[in-house]
């Protein structure tokens, strides 16, 4: 379990994490979205032990990570521009992963290698960038890591293979001790893959919640009341996120259960009422309105 409390970093004159705290479980794929310069990399490497906090306590199985090697033998930290030894190669780089991490497995490498059409002698660094995040993600995977801390892993990779990666994730979770961390500025990527997420904001974790919680208690409902009175009624009676009319036509974000806000809404005797599908982004966005921040125009 990583467990961070009170956690801040500043470099000169930018604050790049605003005294977060937060508990990531095991066993469990925590996205962490957030704008391009919110401190996503900045967290991720504080959490590798790369970087020192400034201040705060951020322990890994109870431990403190920085400087301490039995705990970074547990992490593997692929970072949004992946490193490669010079004129080195996949089975290079394969071997290097084996001597640094004891549990690597090289037949699962080798055999996900084959499978994604990975040249094993070709030099990486003439591979695309789409290739060279494929070779990264496969060691990392198979280093045998408990944590997998992952940095705009999926970013330069093609749909087909992107799908692939996560299922490889998905299956690697039923097969041993492994919690994966992939920070994205694009929600839309985490939404089908993470059980729990954070959203960080200008160094600031503005929340972190369960996926399947937050998307029970959070819907969007469209209606058409009789009148202008009974509207307001509604209005009061509901915990609003987002309100917007057209004409008749109410659009409601609130927070609620579907049964507790279409019971709410059919005692108000409407001419039409349903609930609408809600996607993650509509949720964070309608969540950091309410807490005061405006990121419609952040998350892609």
């Given at each position: 379990?990583?467990?961070?409390?009170?956690?801040?970093?500043?470099?000169?004159?930018?604050?790049?994490?605003?005294?977060?705290?937060?508990?990531?479980?095991?066993?469990?794929?925590?996205?962490?979205?957030?704008?391009?310069?919110?401190?996503?990399?900045?967290?991720?490497?504080?959490?590798?032990?790369?970087?020192?906090?400034?201040?705060?306590?951020?322990?890994?199985?109870?431990?403190?990570?920085?400087?301490?090697?039995?705990?970074?033998?547990?992490?593997?930290?692929?970072?949004?521009?992946?490193?490669?030894?010079?004129?080195?190669?996949?089975?290079?780089?394969?071997?290097?992963?084996?001597?640094?991490?004891?549990?690597?497995?090289?037949?699962?490498?080798?055999?996900?290698?084959?499978?994604?059409?990975?040249?094993?002698?070709?030099?990486?660094?003439?591979?695309?960038?789409?290739?060279?995040?494929?070779?990264?993600?496969?060691?990392?995977?198979?280093?045998?890591?408990?944590?997998?801390?992952?940095?705009?892993?999926?970013?330069?990779?093609?749909?087909?293979?992107?799908?692939?990666?996560?299922?490889?994730?998905?299956?690697?979770?039923?097969?041993?001790?492994?919690?994966?961390?992939?920070?994205?500025?694009?929600?839309?990527?985490?939404?089908?893959?993470?059980?729990?997420?954070?959203?960080l904001h200008k160094g600031k974790l503005l929340l972190t919640q369960d996926l399947d919680q937050l998307k029970y208690q959070v819907h969007k409902i469209q209606c058409v009341l009789p009148d202008e009175a009974l509207e307001q009624q509604l209005l009061q009676e509901l915990e609003i996120l987002h309100y917007e009319k057209t004409g008749s036509l109410l659009l409601l974000t609130a927070?609620?259960?579907?049964?507790?806000?279409?019971?709410?809404?059919?005692?108000?005797?409407?001419?039409?009422?349903?609930?609408?599908?809600?996607?993650?982004?509509?949720?964070?966005?309608?969540?950091?309105?309410?807490?005061?921040?405006?990121?419609?125009?952040?998350?892609?």
């Open positions: 379990m990583i467990e961070l409390t009170n956690i801040d970093k500043t470099f000169q004159d930018v604050h790049a994490i605003d005294h977060i705290s937060a508990v990531i479980q095991d066993n469990l794929i925590f996205g962490l979205v957030g704008s391009n310069g919110a401190g996503k990399s900045t967290l991720m490497r504080l959490i590798a032990g790369i970087l020192k906090p400034d201040g705060g306590s951020l322990l890994i199985d109870g431990q403190p990570v920085f400087e301490n090697p039995a705990i970074k033998g547990d992490l593997c930290f692929l970072s949004d521009s992946p490193y490669f030894f010079p004129n080195s190669t996949a089975a290079s780089m394969r071997d290097y992963y084996a001597m640094v991490y004891p549990n690597f497995d090289q037949k699962q490498f080798d055999s996900l290698a084959e499978k994604l059409g990975l040249s094993f002698s070709r030099k990486l660094n003439s591979f695309s960038k789409g290739m060279k995040k494929q070779v990264s993600i496969l060691l990392g995977l198979c280093s045998g890591a408990r944590y997998l801390l992952c940095d705009e892993t999926f970013d330069g990779l093609d749909p087909v293979v992107r799908q692939a990666v996560k299922g490889l994730f998905a299956a690697e979770l039923t097969q041993r001790d492994f919690t994966p961390i992939i920070a994205s500025h694009n929600l839309r990527e985490l939404e089908d893959i993470c059980d729990s997420i954070g959203l927070r609620g259960t579907k049964e507790v806000l279409l019971q709410c809404v059919n005692q108000k005797h409407p001419v039409f009422a349903e609930v609408l599908p809600l996607t993650l982004e509509e949720i964070f966005i309608s969540e950091t309105e309410v807490a005061g921040y405006d990121i419609k125009n952040l998350l892609l």
